[in-house]
């Protein structure tokens, strides 16, 4: 009987293998929106794009769901931000995959914010000062310029991993920083005017945004990384912020709004909601709306 | 030059062929992988160039700033997310890809990740936990129950883990006890590169049968373990042996997995053998129902065999005995696990539904006062099962509250020294048919991702006779060191 059992799982096990689909486009597992976005411009139809997370979903504190170890068993190539932005799941996800290729250090596997220069790497680090990183703050994507550096390297890795479509990754990567350059040139001049505006932030992930676009940030609401305000710090941002009071409070989508509006109704400032990833807001369809939906929100608030 | 031996020649074509396949992932496509690597090559050195360009950049920023808003927070720290109910940190990752360039080396940089939890409760009981039995299972060795009164320091767990190489990764637990013990949880290695969905861990590990055995007491939803556990597995079931699993490669997640241990840990025990104490079969399913829910289902079978087993019971004139079981104890289990959370973010609200549906037969002999009169007996139980259901919901950010329910069935064994009539059936009392059961509620509040303070209250209704046990219990988890990774 127990011979029977056998040879009926390994028949069904076959069955399985050989049910698959012929080698079709590259699979490619993204951690977030924004990455996946960039693989559709980069990789056309060339690749089979999943997206690890949702726009309303904080990165960090996502579950290593079996659906996604599932994912990540049959991926070719994985797609992450790094500098510890997915540390609570993605190395349980590379782990069970039984993978070999998309282990850290192969091919299969790239980090973006590694290839960018990161700001506000701590000098020293204790959990004392909250949820910080260790390598910086990893919220590389709202600078377009860092957009232009991940995407060459990110080209680069495409055709590394899928050598036989190089020419067609390298054709996708020539025309994508073309129309990049040209984007950015023009978010830069439509931006001018927010240049030295004074923003309140609710959590340290627009910290390239304001760098890029010159935005004075003059606080946060969370009084340190990852630690929710209490009522006695919002009170004394209350009156900080009465003395020198910002333009704008900025707001992502997947942000709680509730201190955000608290804050905004005592100081009189309206809250900014940005779309932070592609699908933050109907308008942000992929990596140029979501810049172009970013600044068009900025200065419409900024007014 | 020697002249090759037509083996030498074989040999080196051989070794050639190897180097060849291995420098050529695909064969006809050498110039374009060439080509892609240069192109990776010069990409590579683009970026440096930019990043350090950069960087002088910020450092000139840095020159000529000016001091930030008075009150503004220092921008020294980075944030990440706010944290939501947090999973305490499971078996710390491997590290990732070195990344930072131009730094000198440091013999410290290769050191392992290592994390420590520290936990601790203060336990009002209002029956002596030194009576605490579950009515009508067998005891484990290790004992049962809520543990001591008043003040306990917990487990201590200190995880040590990293990448050996590009093959194997390996993981440490050790629990340092309350008692001045030391327990080695885990020690386990785990391929990396067996590819096709494989993956095979090997040495002490706790079993992947059921949900909850694999997850670590710091990332238990409520302070103990269900009865089940307690009365299946002593808490939880660890293998000294090897495990297998492999994923198929599906959308889907479809898991199976094999064991094969010494049997060492409850419901087996050390034997003097070279056979296998303790095989297991295990299959999980998973998969996600839109964007907010997520499951997982699993079905397991445990088999262990155990030797001269010995539990403490009383005889028919209440002095206390040493008795002993041999043979072989057969485990079904069935579990099911569902989470939800608005857009699958916990940060603010996550449901937890789970439970578990346990049964077990054991086969073999019993012997009654081992240390005295030492009779033995067949012995077989009849079907024993329990179950327990779980809901655990995170209410508001960093608040979650539980409720779970116990319930177990022993049946009526049947004991050849009793049906013999040798001994009357109140000789084993620990044996008599029992239904223990158990009502548990729990609020937890977690500052961070990194500590917890949790009360819990039990209405236990496990002794014989569903004598009522009223348990409260604070309880505190830290962790501390590098931010681990946790399981679904």
């Known amino acids: ?303 | 030059m020697a002249k090759l031996t037509p083996f030498t020649r074989a040999f080196a074509a051989a070794v050639l062929g190897l180097l060849w396949s291995g420098a050529a992932p695909a064969a006809g496509d050498d110039l374009a992988t060439l080509k892609a690597e240069l192109e990776a090559l010069k990409s590579d050195y683009n970026n440096r160039v930019q990043a350090l360009e950069q960087r002088i950049k910020a450092l000139e920023n840095v020159a000529n700033a000016a001091p930030t808003a008075p009150g503004a927070p220092p921008l020294t720290a980075a944030p990440a997310a706010a944290p939501g109910p947090p999973a305490f940190p499971e078996a710390a990752p491997p590290a990732p890809p070195p990344t930072a360039a131009g730094k000198s080396s440091n013999a410290t940089a290769f050191n392992p990740a290592i994390s420590m939890i520290i936990t601790g409760n203060y336990n009002d009981l209002s029956l002596d936990p030194a009576t605490y039995r579950i009515a009508g299972f067998m005891p484990p060795p290790e004992g049962e129950g809520p543990g001591d009164r008043s003040f306990n320091l917990g487990e201590s767990e200190l995880t040590v883990s990293a990448n050996v190489d590009p093959y194997f990764f390996a993981n440490v637990t050790a629990a340092i006890q309350g008692d001045n013990s030391i327990d080695v949880e885990e020690a386990y290695f785990k391929t990396l590169a067996l590819n096709h969905g494989f993956t095979l861990k090997g040495g002490r590990f706790f079993s992947g049968t059921g949900y909850l055995n694999e997850v670590h007491s710091h990332n238990w939803d409520f302070v103990d373990q269900p009865l089940v556990y307690q009365a299946f597995f002593a808490g939880q079931l660890a293998q000294d042996g090897v495990q297998l699993r492999w994923l198929a490669p599906t959308d889907y997640f479809i898991e199976l997995g094999a064991e094969a241990g010494s049997g060492r840990s409850f419901p087996g025990t050390q034997r003097n053998s070279n056979a296998l104490g303790s095989t297991a079969l295990f299959a999980h399913m998973g998969g996600d129902i839109g964007d907010s829910t997520s499951w997982r289902v699993g079905v397991s079978w445990l088999q262990a065999h155990s030797s001269d087993r010995a539990y403490q019971d009383t005889d028919q004139s209440g002095t206390p005995v040493t008795d002993a079981f041999s043979g072989t104890t057969r485990t079904w289990i069935v579990d099911g696990t569902l989470k939800w959370a608005p857009h699958g973010d916990p940060t603010h609200h996550q449901l937890k539904l789970q439970g578990e549906y346990m049964h077990r037969t054991d086969d073999g002999q019993l012997a009654f006062d081992v240390t005295g009169l030492n009779l033995a007996g067949p012995y077989s139980s009849s079907s024993q099962s329990g179950w327990y259901l779980q809901a655990v919901y995170e209410f508001i950010q960093r608040w979650r509250a539980g409720l779970r329910y116990d319930s177990m069935n022993s049946g009526t064994p049947s004991i050849g020294l009793v049906s013999t009539g040798v001994l009357p059936a109140a000789a084993f009392p620990a044996l008599l048919p029992g239904t223990p059961r158990r009502t548990t509620v729990m609020v937890d509040w977690s500052l961070s991702e990194f500590s917890r303070l949790r009360a819990q209250y039990a209405w236990d209704e496990a002794r014989a006779g569903h004598e009522l046990d009223r348990q409260l219990f604070l309880q505190y988890i830290f962790a501390i060191g590098a931010h681990g990774a946790h399981k679904f």
């Open chain 1, 1 to 303: 009987m127990l011979r029977n059992l056998r040879l009926s799982i390994a028949g069904a096990l076959l069955a399985l293998l050989t049910a698959l689909p012929a080698h079709a486009a590259l699979k490619v597992l993204a951690t977030t929106p924004d990455w996946a976005s960039l693989l559709s411009e980069l990789g056309g139809d060339k690749v089979n794009v999943y997206t690890a997370t949702s726009p309303f979903q904080d990165v960090h504190r996502v579950d290593a769901k079996p659906s996604l170890v599932a994912r990540a068993r049959s991926a070719d190539l994985v797609v992450a931000t790094g500098a510890d932005l997915e540390i609570g799941w993605l190395p349980v996800l590379l782990q069970d995959s039984g993978n070999t290729k998309i282990q850290p250090g192969n091919a299969g596997y790239f980090e973006a914010a590694p290839l960018v220069h990161l700001l506000e790497v701590p000098s020293a680090v204790d959990r004392s000062m909250g949820d910080i990183h260790p390598l910086g703050n990893p919220h590389v994507t709202l600078d377009p310029r860092n957009i232009a550096t991940i995407a060459k390297a990110l080209a680069a890795r495409l055709a590394q991993v899928d050598a036989a479509n190089a020419a067609y990754y390298a054709a996708r990567s020539d025309d994508f920083q073309k129309r990049w350059a040209a984007a950015t040139a023009k978010w830069e001049s439509d931006a001018a005017p927010l240049r030295g505006v004074p923003v309140v932030v609710i959590h340290r992930d627009q910290v390239y945004l304001c760098n890029w676009l010159g935005l004075k940030e003059l606080a946060a609401i969370e009084p340190k990384p990852g630690v929710p305000p209490s009522a006695g710090y919002l009170g004394e941002l209350v009156t900080k912020l009465s003395a020198t009071p910002p333009k704008i409070i900025l707001r992502n989508a997947y942000n709680d709004p509730k201190a955000a509006e608290w804050l905004a109704e005592r100081i009189h400032v309206p809250v900014v909601l940005l779309p932070y990833t592609v699908g933050g807001t109907p308008e942000a369809k992929d990596l140029f709306s979501l810049f172009d939906d970013t600044i068009k929100r900025l200065l419409a608030g900024a007014k």
